[in-house]
């Protein structure tokens, strides 16, 4: 298996970032520490008559009395002198902060990875140790901060920082820790895999299991139903353990490298998933297929981070997978690859077309309708043209399960939820109502308001025409009265 390249340098991409980050810190602090001794080291000898003709110079020497000035200063600089018990702490201090950062300062050859075949009491073990060793170098600086601001009481500190270990950190510090990894090659069977993962996750240690996966077949049993096939997927170990960062991607995912360094660095136990290269398969080629592993659904890229939002959905991010027909399968991924060769045949002589039905066709038809079809995928062609290849149970039951899988992903995350769009769909529904009977409602008001104006126009002619007949005062003429509608007169009966 070649994961190298591929899981060493985002490993080693963090290491380097946390060291500097640590170096920094353990630097800093020990300088502060310094300048607390080069304080106290003035205080006990700065006013002693050779430090005070080197401080003032020798035109000092012959306008003061040195001896005198150095009597009187040292008796009012011994009182601001640090207790002696104090100052061996500061000395021991600086002493590990410097140990700590010529360690830091060294990036390991190799880093704290074990397998998940390792005995599951060694691997919690060693993540103890790694976790401690890390859990020092915070229990420094805490304690070297506390003494740059005096704060530092040994009545209550010594007994708190005398066993300190990683579970005493914070989430902030944690973030800062280098990861212990352990890493798991899968082929075709997850679940004895997932299930030791499940059961070192469960002890809430922030180490990062990590998931190779170079080949996406799985086994089925003989009898599995196609349609909704019963599989343990590690997509969906997030409903199991929602306290665990979960991460599946591939190198083709835009947000490949950002993402796997955050799941790195999270302060909780962490699952990543990660398509991983074949022996001898070359960068190009590998890429291609995750491309393909990505479009066809075959290896959603799945994030789920607990820290991300209080709800549960918005944990969910199926952002970074591409837009993808659901006419691409994943019986259509499988036809380019070799281990899968097996699966694909030739369709039978006298087989009439129309009894040949894509894969994808063929999944949303009933067992009823299924007989007599053959699922077949379409290999291209020299010419451009299509061939088509009957597809195998297991790679349809294979693509019923992902097709299951990624609708079932889309439903968690709220992308695709049936309750969701049956309650945008009344909503929806009510509010065309509410504006067909606005809009209703408003036509009859502007026809209300334009007959009115029709007729207050005619009265208004009607008033000037009687006003020039007449010579009456326009004003004397009522034009409400000229408005009122008169009932039709009858005709008399013959």
């Given at each position: 298996?070649?994961?190298?390249?591929?899981?060493?340098?985002?490993?080693?991409?963090?290491?380097?970032?946390?060291?500097?980050?640590?170096?920094?810190?353990?630097?800093?602090?020990?300088?502060?520490?310094?300048?607390?001794?080069?304080?106290?080291?003035?205080?006990?000898?700065?006013?002693?008559?050779?430090?005070?003709?080197?401080?003032?110079?020798?035109?000092?020497?012959?306008?003061?009395?040195?001896?005198?000035?150095?009597?009187?200063?040292?008796?009012?600089?011994?009182?601001?002198?640090l207790p002696e018990e104090r100052l061996k702490r500061i000395h021991n201090l600086v002493a590990d902060l410097e140990h700590q950062l010529k360690a830091c300062a060294r990036i390991p050859d190799g880093y704290p990875i074990m397998s998940i075949e390792d005995d599951e009491e060694a691997i919690h073990q060693a993540a103890e140790d790694h976790l401690d060793k890390m859990a020092q170098i915070f229990r420094d600086l805490r304690v070297a901060q506390l003494e740059v601001r005096a704060k530092y009481d040994p009545g209550v500190h010594d007994a708190m920082y005398a066993n300190f270990t990683w579970r005493q950190l914070s989430p902030s510090e944690l973030r800062l820790c280098p990861p212990f990894l352990i890493v798991a090659e899968v082929q075709s069977e997850t679940g004895p895999v997932l299930r030791k993962a499940m059961s070192l996750l469960e002890s809430r240690k922030p180490f990062k299991v990590v998931v190779l996966r170079s080949s996406l077949r799985k086994v089925y049993s003989p009898t599995a139903d196609p349609s909704v096939p019963a599989t343990m997927a590690v997509e969906t170990l997030p409903l199991a353990m929602r306290g665990v960062h979960f991460l599946q991607t591939c190198i083709a995912a835009p947000d490949y490298t950002r993402r796997l360094f955050e799941v790195l660095t999270s302060p909780?136990?962490?699952?990543?998933?990660?398509?991983?290269?074949?022996?001898?398969?070359?960068?190009?080629?590998?890429?291609?297929?995750?491309?393909?592993?990505?479009?066809?659904?075959?290896?959603?890229?799945?994030?789920?981070?607990?820290?991300?939002?209080?709800?549960?959905?918005?944990?969910?991010?199926?952002s970074s997978n591409p837009e993808g027909s659901e006419a691409y399968t994943f019986a259509d991924f499988a036809l380019f690859e070799e281990e899968f060769a097996g699966e694909f045949s030739e369709p039978p002589a006298g087989v009439h077309a129309d009894n040949l039905v894509p894969v994808a066709e063929f999944l949303e038809l009933t067992r009823h309708q299924r007989m007599g079809k053959l699922p077949v995928v379409y290999a291209p062609g020299p010419d451009g043209e299509g061939t088509p290849k009957v597809v195998s149970s297991p790679i349809v039951t294979q693509a019923s399960d992902q097709q299951h899988l990624w609708k079932t992903l889309m439903e968690i995350a709220g992308v695709d939820n049936p309750h969701v769009k049956s309650t945008k769909a009344n909503l929806q529904a009510a509010f065309g109502a509410e504006q067909k009977a606005m809009k209703e409602s408003l036509q009859q008001n502007l026809e209300k308001d334009r007959s009115t104006h029709e007729k207050m126009?005619?009265?208004?002619?009607?008033?000037?025409?009687?006003?020039?007949?007449?010579?009456?005062?326009?004003?004397?003429?009522?034009?409400?009265?000229?408005?009122?509608?008169?009932?039709?007169?009858?005709k008399p009966e013959s």
């Open positions: 298996m070649q994961y190298d390249d591929q899981l060493l340098k985002p490993v080693r991409e963090v290491w380097e970032h946390h060291c500097q980050n640590l170096s920094e810190a353990l630097d800093e602090t020990s300088r502060e520490l310094k300048n607390l001794l080069r304080l106290d080291e003035h205080h006990r000898h700065g006013h002693e008559e050779k430090h005070l003709k080197e401080t003032m110079g020798p035109m000092a020497g012959r306008a003061l009395n040195l001896a005198s000035l150095s009597e009187v200063l040292g008796s009012s600089a011994s009182a601001r002198c909780r136990p962490s699952l990543v998933s990660l398509l991983a290269q074949r022996d001898g398969e070359d960068e190009e080629d590998f890429h291609l297929r995750a491309e393909r592993a990505m479009r066809s659904k075959a290896f959603p890229v799945v994030l789920y981070d607990p820290d991300r939002a209080k709800g549960f959905v918005s944990c969910f991010d199926l126009t005619m009265a208004s002619a009607v008033q000037k025409l009687v006003a020039n007949l007449t010579g009456v005062d326009p004003s004397r003429i009522d034009l409400q009265q000229l408005l009122v509608e008169r009932p039709e007169t009858k």
